[in-house]
């Protein structure tokens, strides 16, 4: 598992700010290695990382990313997140949700599905939170073995499956709380086609400190090791990032490389999505987290290196306004997923919600936020699938889209 070479990464991300930076052809030349298709080696990814404190090489990664076509440079797949829980037992010091949260029943969410089915959308991602009345502690629970009972969320996937059956056919992604091989056999029988999972941050010192707190979350390795086991369960895609603002996001982008450059070596796929989630709201000032604030141009860069080191299509957010995400677009391509409808807390796209968002978001207008991208000569895809997002992958390694 990459878990167990988890302290070997932190070791080589520290070194990121204390060596001197590549020269510019040196460092060139990794960026074209990387665009090839070749796979940088540790030493190798931490000499480029800590190169872009330079500022002749940041210059060189955003006329780099700018050049570099991604496949599919031309579309733009929408994803929509759809909470249906979040009443949450973990309680993270950087999430608005809590113990007073919100759960949809099953006719609630059909209604929130049937909402965005009808705005044409086909491929949607579900969310919950680690909600304890339906993610259930099996008798052999253990915080190395989180084993659940998931009869009270199954529902909610076999719901969101028999429905875009009825319209034709789509895909179904999950940001839910991670369980174990078992669990993954279920989800994926009952319609999950891609496990996303944000990993927050990969220094374990710092994880700690934000989930010191009861609950399943604690455990930093259960987290990391569900990836793995959800290949292993079956599914063909997964997704992953940290949350951009909790650590050094440098070091954060080495280890995240590594792990995607591990599945692929061990697991035969890497991510076939990258988040880009930053964090945003009232704990950006805590003094846990305030020397890790990711500037604007510091994100574009991040973004920029993303486009270049990793195979997986990349999510654009609505923690980010519409007109940054179009300005990233315009700059280096398309080819990447966007959110142009969301709302962040259970409820609120066939009413309004009445619980709390677990994030602040910016509000897009669909219709005329469609129109700008078009006006660009992007194609929007609302009604992409699993062997659509294949179609995506730089380099599409091995068996993404296959049965």
């Not at 990387?34 to 080696?41: F, K, N, P, T």
């Not at 604007?296 to 923690?319: K, V």
């Amino acid at each position: 598992m990459f878990s167990d070479q988890l302290k070997n990464a932190v070791r080589q991300a520290e070194r990121i700010g204390r060596e001197t930076p590549l020269s510019p052809s040196g460092f060139r030349a990794l960026l074209e290695k990387s665009a090839g298709g070749q796979i940088l080696e540790p030493e190798e990814i931490v000499a480029l990382l800590n190169g872009t404190h330079d500022q002749i090489n940041q210059k060189t990664v955003l006329e780099f990313a700018a050049q570099d076509q991604r496949p599919k440079d031309r579309d733009i797949l929408l994803l929509p997140p759809l909470y249906f829980s979040s009443v949450c037992e973990n309680q993270c010091l950087y999430c608005d949700f809590s113990s007073g949260g919100v759960r949809l029943s099953l006719s609630d969410f059909a209604e929130e599905f049937a909402a965005l089915v009808d705005l044409g959308y086909r491929s949607i991602e579900l969310v919950s939170s680690q909600d304890p009345d339906i993610y259930l502690k099996s008798p052999d629970y253990s915080e190395e073995n989180q084993s659940f009972d998931l009869q009270g969320v199954l529902p909610y996937f076999e719901e969101s499956s028999r429905r875009l059956k009825q319209a034709g056919g789509g895909m179904l992604t999950s940001n839910i709380p991670p369980v174990d091989r078992n669990g993954f056999q279920q989800l994926h029988a009952a319609g999950l086609d891609c496990y996303l999972i944000w990993l927050e941050t990969f220094n374990p010192d710092q994880y700690e400190k934000l989930h010191y707190s009861h609950g399943p979350k604690n455990s930093q390795t259960f987290r990391l090791n569900s990836i793995e086991e959800s290949i292993a369960a079956g599914l063909k895609h997964v997704a992953g990032a940290f949350l951009k603002g909790l650590y050094d996001w440098r070091k954060e982008e080495l280890i995240l490389y590594l792990f995607d450059s591990y599945l692929k070596a061990q697991r035969g796929r890497g991510f076939s999505i990258i988040g880009t989630p930053r964090l945003k709201g009232k704990f950006t000032q805590s003094s846990l987290v305030k020397p890790y604030g990711v500037s604007d141009d510091e994100y574009i860069l991040n973004i920029a290196l993303d486009r270049i080191l990793f195979d997986g299509i990349l999510w654009l957010q609505t923690r980010e306004s519409f007109p940054f995400n179009l300005d990233l677009i315009d700059r280096f391509g398309g080819g990447v997923i966007l959110t142009l409808t969301s709302c962040t807390a259970p409820g609120g796209y066939s009413k309004p919600p009445d619980a709390r968002a677990q994030f602040p978001v910016y509000k897009q207008d669909l219709e005329q936020s469609v129109a700008q991208l078009q006006e660009r000569d992007l194609n929007v895809r609302f009604d992409w699938t699993p062997e659509v997002l294949a179609t995506f992958l730089r380099n599409n390694h091995s068996t993404q889209a296959q049965s």
